[in-house]
């Protein structure tokens, strides 16, 4: 059984391959991945500013998830800190209509404080 903070080697996927989408699932599944290209959508941040907006997690796990995303090729180290790829901003792009539908999920599903 792996370790929590490991890299996991990204799976190439093949084009065509109806995998593919498996192996981003894969890589956006790992833990704070998420929570870490939702801090990189307003531009590039320097691992210690991304480690306080996502919330301090530890240097450890935040450098095994960069590295599993520099892998797949949705950040990328520039000079000024880690910043989404091309494909990273494609892939922000595609979760916009998932953002949305969470606003209206978040309305159906809180209740009142009295109807709880």
């Known amino acids: 059984m792996g370790d ?3 890299t996991k ?3 190439t996927p093949r084009v065509g391959d109806r ?3 498996m192996a981003l699932l894969d890589l956006l599944g790992g833990r704070w991945t998420l929570r870490i290209l939702w801090e990189l959508r307003a531009g590039p941040l320097s691992s210690r500013a ?3 907006a996502a919330g301090d997690l530890s240097p ?3 450098q095994a998830r960069i590295n599993d995303l ?3 090729q949705i950040v990328e ?3 000024e ?3 989404l790829t091309p494909l990273g901003d494609e892939l922000l792009t595609a979760f916009r209509p998932l953002y949305v539908f969470a606003d209206r999920w978040a309305r159906a599903v809180t209740r009142p404080p009295d109807e709880a």
Request: proline share 4%; aromatic share 8%; charged share 30%.
């Open 77 to 79: 180290l520039g000079p």
């Open 9 to 11: 080697r990204v799976e």
């Open 50 to 52: 991304l480690r306080s």
């Open 4 to 6: 929590a903070f490991e």
């Open 19 to 21: 995998r593919a989408i």
């Open 60 to 62: 450890t796990v935040l």
């Open 70 to 72: 520099r892998d797949g």
């Open 81 to 83: 800190g880690y910043g």
